[in-house]
């Protein structure tokens, strides 16, 4: 079974730039595909990002493309979404997510497809 710990959220204005982390224990996380999600205060969880085990494979919300890019770097055992020309409207709970890798290159972009969840790390941006 696989931990998953973010961090890197914060407080910033608009137009700035935050990388989140998502740090895994327990197993090696090129075993897995991940992603990122979000929450804003009374919506329900999204979908932001997906990248498959080996990072050969990519997806993000439309609404983000441009600006947000999902990486991982599997020696390090370390999932990353940097996100850049925030917006009032990215703010949220932003939270890593992970399941059993596939052979195909179909990413997971339902929260149902994910089997392990970290904590989630705040994300504020002002206007």
């Known amino acids: 079974q696989v931990q998953l710990v973010e961090s890197g959220g914060g407080l910033v204005q608009t137009g700035g730039s935050l990388r989140l982390s998502c740090a895994a224990s327990?197993?090696?996380?090129?075993?897995?595909?991940m992603g990122w999600f979000r929450q804003a205060l009374g919506k329900e969880r999204e979908f932001v990002a997906a990248i498959n085990w080996n990072g050969d494979w990519t997806g993000v919300l439309e609404s983000v493309k441009g600006r947000f890019a999902i990486s991982r770097d599997n020696a390090k055992n370390t999932l990353y979404l940097q996100m850049n020309s925030l917006k009032p409207e990215d703010t949220a709970v932003y939270y890593c997510?992970?399941?059993?890798?596939?052979?195909?290159?179909?990413?997971?972009?339902?929260?149902?497809?994910?089997?392990?969840w970290g904590q989630g790390t705040q994300v504020t941006v002002s206007s």
């Open positions: 327990g197993r090696t996380i090129s075993l897995y595909d």
């Open positions: 997510a992970a399941r059993s890798r596939r052979p195909s290159a179909v990413l997971p972009y339902h929260e149902q497809d994910y089997d392990y």
